[in-house]
């Protein structure tokens, strides 16, 4: 499990990372991180799904809070014993936590 969030996890924040240096334009030397290249690479991805760069950035963060309500949904899964039992002694001892 702790794998399959690190596999989850780590190409999400690469992602984000990129897409906020690189929007602002803080490049720290690296063509990578430049703004013509975030630009560039939004408007290849808009030419190859055929839709204006500008709406790919929302259905970015959509496809990742989806897929990022899936990991919870999956790890929760993977938990329900432990938070029914945690639930359980809740309600039996009445206390909040």
């Not at 794998?3 to 989850?8: E, Q």
């Not at 992602?15 to 490049?27: C, E, F, Q």
Request: proline residues 6%.
């Amino acid at each position: 499990m702790k794998w399959f969030l690190i596999l989850w996890a780590g190409p999400v924040a690469l992602l984000i990372s990129w897409y906020g240096l690189s929007y602002y334009d803080m490049s720290f030397g690296f063509f990578m991180l430049t703004r013509q290249t975030h630009d560039l690479v939004f408007e290849i991805y808009g030419n190859i799904l055929g839709v204006p760069p500008e709406i790919l950035p929302p259905l970015v963060a959509r496809a990742i809070a989806f897929d990022s309500m899936v990991v919870l949904g999956i790890v929760l899964f993977r938990k329900r014993r432990e938070i029914s039992a945690w639930w359980r002694r809740r309600q039996v001892s009445g206390s909040p936590s």
